[in-house]
């Protein structure tokens, strides 16, 4: 804790900070951000999680064009499974799609438009307590996000927070996000059960000027599962650790 109350060792340790923005020892308080709770009503009589994809298309090294079970909405099913069949939660897996549009790949309004759908999900089922939008990201193709957990390999995968604010422009008014805060406590509370228990598994947060509808629920995660050089296996199987790291954080253990 001492070290973690070092605002630059925080920073440089857990984050990557792109160079459009900027953040203060005022939004990263590691005290303040532990001390958040974020368990959730265990009841899964209604649902608690929903689970979608802002770009649906988003595949893998060998990846099968048309089949979306080997895309990143493939490893979402899994990543539902896993959260309903082991640890009991109650999960809605939305599968609509935002960025194929009149037949072709366009993600100029997939964040706009998945917002609309969350809201109209979340108006039908307001007992749903966690948002996590699952995504694959882009890397160099030199690059392989790969460790091992339990003998398999396991695509490594990275917690996403935007924080509405640029250098340029600071806080950004139409893009307010009134649970900032807790968004940025769920990662890193997500972050240090994730090293605690799965070494090598995370890369560093990583912190964006927009919103990215994080504002839509309190616990909301935007997560980078693998990149395109990893194969549906590896990112798959990270779905076993990132399952249990969420019950160890919902659950408060």
Do not use: W
Request: aromatic content about 10%; glycine content about 6%.
């Amino acid at each position: 804790m001492e070290q973690l109350a070092d605002f630059d060792f925080l920073k440089n340790n857990f984050y990557i900070v792109e160079n459009n923005t900027d953040i203060s020892g005022e939004l990263l308080n590691a005290q303040t951000l532990l001390n958040m709770d974020l368990r959730i009503d265990l009841d899964n009589s209604k649902p608690q999680i929903l689970i979608y994809h802002t770009h649906s298309q988003e595949g893998f090294v060998d990846s099968v064009p048309g089949d979306n079970s080997t895309t990143i909405v493939g490893v979402g099913d899994y990543l539902t499974e896993l959260l309903e069949d082991v640890y009991g939660f109650h999960v809605i897996h939305n599968k609509n799609v935002y960025d194929f549009i009149d037949g072709k790949l366009d993600r100029n309004r997939a964040y706009a438009l998945a917002e609309e759908d969350v809201k109209q999900i979340l108006e039908e089922y307001p007992s749903i307590e966690v948002i996590i939008d699952l995504h694959r990201d882009g890397v160099k193709e030199g690059t392989h996000l790969v460790t091992e957990v339990n003998g398999k390999p396991v695509a490594q995968f990275m917690f996403f927070n935007g924080l509405s604010r640029t250098k340029k422009t600071g806080n950004i008014a139409y893009l307010y996000n009134e649970n900032q805060d807790a968004n940025l406590a769920f990662s890193f509370q997500m972050q240090l059960k994730a090293m605690e228990y799965y070494p090598n598994l995370t890369r560093k947060i990583y912190l964006k000027g927009y919103r990215y509808n994080m504002h839509l629920r309190p616990r909301s995660l935007l997560i980078e599962l693998g990149a395109q050089n990893n194969t549906v296996e590896e990112a798959m199987n990270a779905c076993d650790p990132l399952a249990h790291i969420l019950d160890l954080v919902l659950s408060g253990e």
